[in-house]
């Protein structure tokens, strides 16, 4: 059976520059990949190009192909893709303050998706939209629906944008970076609602952030990006257990742990280069301990390493453990 | 709503007073006075005088500012002292005029330039919006006296669709009411342009796009709304101005109206007159910033939170 979702060689341009490139990774129904990289590393535009709005911010397909069950939506005409967006696939966006229209009521603004995309009249729409709501645990729901988005806290708004996303019942949801602008006991909460919604109704999440903590505790995969492209992806217990990208090694390295003594903790040296002037071979090397002459002529090749992982590094491509 | 809309009127009144003395002390304390304008060249003190005691104008200004609030708190606006009439009648003449053509001036150019604003929004940075916009800066800049020369001479002269001039039949305000308009036009074009292409950045509308919703619904129902706000507080500012601002228009076209009933008080020194036409402008500028704070509040719950804190 195919994957929900399904990413290849997907390259998207800005212009002359190239953002992402060579681009992969799928999720399961029931799954949730985690996506992680620092910031510039192409999360949000891989999230906005697979919810086909990359023509909003200029940018623009080059190459490869995304698979939603048996639709590819690189090139879908935009009446299906609308149709597809908030009905089959939703985004969580990365700020709540910012992600509601403040002057449309709550109520207004959650039945949208079930109007739009499944048909619904307003009366059932917003039976449907208070269930979403004490399903997200919002207390007293009939007087959040009347209430204006600045009557509500960071948590509350990003609990009614997942609501949002869920109205218009979606099998795959991209949340980028959904926990960043909130508090840390509101980003728990919010996790766990993720969590339990993918369980409950064998969703799709695609759960992108820069928070390896996060990761660990909610993901079932990672893809680790790194300057548009996939360094490493496995599943999460074999990749903090064995990381084999120097990358992925560097960044489980910056998770900070019991027993750890001041000064222990080590960031990755250098920053991560802009799009403008990216580095030729691997785009890693400037930064990398383990950097040979190589690296900076060839780009790697992502190898399978074992079932479900693989590593796009030359340090690894000779490795005997890489044969099965 | 209602104790914001009573809240907003109430904060007018001391703006009410402090204009009424600044009205009142701006002409009097300009040189010259009425009296030049009723006597011959060459005439005795003593006339002068007398003809001073008769209209007040020997007393202190305190005085002076004190009998005049005594009259508007009674409702009267005093007599001309040179046109000898009463002020309250002189204004009802002209008033009309200068709403007529405000009004249908303001309509014009809310209209016209917020459908221009949104064409030019929805086409952004392509050559329409560029035609539209470089329009619209054509449209601000230049001089109305001259726009309005050009547009005698083609659409009453050479077409002879509309009258030159006056006031007599209805056509006649359109030609005056489109060359004051079209400067707000260009203006509240450009709001409108500028608010929607900020707006269409925001999160939430990108958050809309994410739901499916169209880009025709995103942009008529959403972004619209957004931008009517700077929008009619654009338009609510121009309230005031419209109705003394067409001073120049109104010359041009031999209208008359509140602009020309002021320009030859001054020139008079007719101190009741000036007095009653520039507090008549003053409280359109007041009705107007009120008119614009009630419809934000209306439109905007955000602007309404924000008061009552």
Sequence with gaps: MSPLLGVRDLAVTFGAQRPLDDVGFRVERGEILGLVGESGSGKSITAMTVMGLLPLVGGRVAAGSIRFEDTELVGLEEPAYRRLRGGRIALITQNPMTSLDPMVRIGRQVDRGARLHLGLDAATARARTLELMERMRIPDAARVCELHPHQLSGGMKQRIVIAMALSGAPDLLIADEPTTALDVIVQAQIVQLLVELVREQRLGLVLITHDMGLVAQACDRVAVMYCGRIVESGPVDTMFAAPRHPYTRALTACIPRPGLRHGDLVGIPGAVPSVAEMPTGCRFHPRCADAMPTCRQHAPRSVAIGADHAVACRLVEPAPEAAP | ?309
Excluded at chain 2, 41 to 59: F, H, M, T, V
Excluded at chain 2, 85 to 98: C, H, K, Q, T
Aim: glycine residues 10%.
């Design chain 2, 1 to 309: 709503m209602t104790k914001y809309a009573i809240r907003r009127v109430l904060a007018l009144l001391p703006v009410f007073l402090v204009v009424t003395g600044i009205v009142f002390l701006l002409i009097h304390l300009v040189p010259g006075d009425p009296i030049d304008n009723l006597v011959r060249a060459g005439s005795d003190p003593e006339q002068r005088a007398a003809i001073a005691r008769a209209y007040g104008l020997d007393r202190s200004l305190v005085e002076q500012y004190l009998t005049w609030m005594g009259h508007l708190a009674q409702g009267d606006l005093g007599t001309a002292i040179v046109q000898r009439r009463p002020v309250a009648d002189l204004i009802a003449e002209n008033i009309g005029y200068s709403l007529a053509l405000g009004g249908s001036a303001l309509a014009f150019s809310a209209i016209v330039g917020v459908l221009a604003g949104v064409v030019a929004a929805s086409f952004q940075d392509r050559p329409l919006d560029r035609m539209l916009m470089g329009a619209a800066l054509i449209g601000s800049t230049v001089p109305s006296f001259w726009l309005g020369l050009l547009m005698i001479l083609l659409f009453a002269v050479e077409l002879g669709w509309v009258p030159v001039s006056g006031a007599r039949h209805w056509t006649s305000v359109i030609l005056p009411a489109a060359t004051v308009g079209l400067a707000g036009m260009a203006l509240v074009a450009r709001v409108t342009r500028i608010a929607m292409v900020q707006t269409a950045r925001a999160d939430f509308v990108t958050l809309l796009h994410a739901n499916g919703v169209s880009r025709f619904a995103i942009q008529s129902r959403h972004l619209l709304r957004h931008a009517l706000v700077p929008v009619l507080t654009l338009l609510s500012l121009r309230i005031g101005l419209i109705v003394g601002g067409s001073v120049t228009v109104e010359y041009v076209f031999a209208r008359p109206g509140l602009g020309s009933l002021l320009i030859r008080a001054i020139n008079q020194r007719d101190y009741p007159v000036i007095q009653g036409c520039l507090l008549m402008l003053a409280v359109a500028v007041m009705l107007g910033t009120l008119i614009g704070d009630l419809l934000q509040a209306a439109m905007d719950p955000r602007q309404r939170e924000e008061q009552r804190s």
